[in-house]
């Protein structure tokens, strides 16, 4: 299949895109729309190597955005004329366990995923909704970030909870950014020159979601989130791990109903909770009480589980860090793995600080685990899934 395939990659409160050539590897244009949502919003196109097309406007929802999308293709070009158009879709559920077309009923089975992932799934909708309207003629093609999570195994992904919501209602762990984990493990493979059936591997995404992923062999074997993408790590907005008791508490003293709690812990916990924003450049830029704890939680977190994962998997091949702060933020990255030389872990202070953009090892040359920043490429990774499948 010859041509691009556009890549919408539709976040709580961004757009990212792009159209990408498989079998040429070109990517003639690729953009973000950021901010969705708040009083003023940001479009940033680019097709090249000249200065981007941008626009600062409010986008009130997605689809906003995703109409400015494609007014920038119209008056910054290329031509939008896509063979395919691939979607990041947050949760697949136990149905969707590998790339599929989008049809009506697989749009309702979509929708009806949305409450376990209601961040994600209700926005991967919209960009759905645009795309079939834009490109009636066009494949559409669903990549699921549950996906690469279908090989946790039963003890992995079964919660100690009462039978009858385990059986009738599908109460269990399913994980989350699979696409990324995909991606950046075979990489890993690539940068150590090992197959990836012999390697284990622990993924740490650290964006504004964040999630731990122990890989063996290729194969997700433990992840940090649950049945929706708030369990585990601390996260831009979301509070990871809590003590579930935290919802009968709160509404037996402050009347909170669980809805309102899940709300909040989903939309007002993590790095906003702790720190007021969450942008961890802003927490990163400060050096006040408030913003040294929220790192504090952030990173203990992360080393929790490290150790978790290691103790797991028994022996670790390589360490790898991505998403936006896994792959810039190199005091996180040191604060989350130094001090674990007896565990073979190790993180080199001069290749962690000025190692230059792209895939490296941050690991001193020759250390029993290596230390791997791989920058994620979610829509390259889409766009190969969609290719295979319509191929
Ligand atoms: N140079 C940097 N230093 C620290 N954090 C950074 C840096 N660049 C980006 N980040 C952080 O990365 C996070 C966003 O990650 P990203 O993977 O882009 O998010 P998304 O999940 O929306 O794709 C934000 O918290 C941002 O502050
Ligand atoms: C699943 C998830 O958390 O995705 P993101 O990091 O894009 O919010
Ligand atoms: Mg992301």
């Known amino acids: 299949m010859a041509g691009c395939i556009l890549v919408l990659n539709t976040g709580s409160s961004s757009i990212k895109y792009e ?181 284990n591997l622990i993924v740490l995404h650290l964006g504004n979601g964040a999630s731990a992923t122990a890989v063996s062999g290729g194969r997700s074997v433990d992840t940090s989130m649950g049945m ?40 007002g916990g993590g790095l906003l909770a702790l720190a007021g924003t969450r942008d961890m450049r802003e927490v990163r830029a400060r050096d006040d009480a408030e913003a040294r704890l929220a790192l504090d939680v952030y990173t203990r977190r992360i080393r929790k589980y490290v150790g978790a994962y290691y103790a797991l998997l028994g022996r670790v091949d390589a360490i790898v860090l991505t998403g936006g702060i896994g792959e810039h933020d190199a005091a996180t990255r040191a604060a989350c793995l130094g001090g674990l030389e007896r565990l073979g872990i190790a993180v080199d202070p001069a290749l962690n600080e000025a190692g230059p953009d792209g895939e490296r090892a941050v690991s001193p040359p020759g250390a029993e685990v290596a230390v791997l920043v791989i920058p994620t490429d979610e829509e390259w990774e889409i766009a190969r899934q969609a290719h295979a499948l319509l191929s």
């Open 228 to 267: 929706t993408p708030l369990e585990g790590l601390v996260m831009g907005t979301r509070s990871g791990d809590v003590d579930p008791a935290l919802a009968g508490y709160l509404a037996r003293v402050d009347g909170l109903d669980a809805r309102a709690v899940e709300h909040a812990l989903t939309n």
């Open 19 to 199: 159209l990408v050539d498989v079998t040429t590897r070109e990517r003639p244009a690729a953009g973000l729309v950021e901010r969705v949502g708040e009083p003023v919003g940001r479009l940033t196109h680019r097709t090249g190597d000249g200065p981007p097309y941008v626009r600062e406007q409010p986008f009130p929802g997605h689809g906003d955005g995703l109409e400015a999308m494609m007014r920038a293709f119209e008056e910054a070009g290329p031509r939008l004329s896509p063979v395919a158009v691939g979607h990041r879709v947050v949760h697949g559920g136990t149905r969707f366990t590998e790339a599929v077309l989008v049809d009506d009923e697989v749009v309702t089975a979509i929708e009806e995923l949305a409450p376990l992932a209601p961040l994600h799934n209700p926005v991967n909708l919209a960009g759905i909704h645009l795309a079939r309207k834009a490109f009636p003629d066009v494949p559409q093609v669903a990549v699921f970030d549950t996906a690469f999570h279908r090989t946790l195994p039963p003890e992995a992904h079964t919660y100690a909870v009462p039978r009858d919501w385990r059986e009738r209602l599908g109460v269990r762990r399913f994980g989350f950014h699979g696409t990324s984990c995909a991606y950046v493990s075979r990489r890993a493979a690539a940068v150590l020159g090992r197959d990836l059936a012999g390697l």
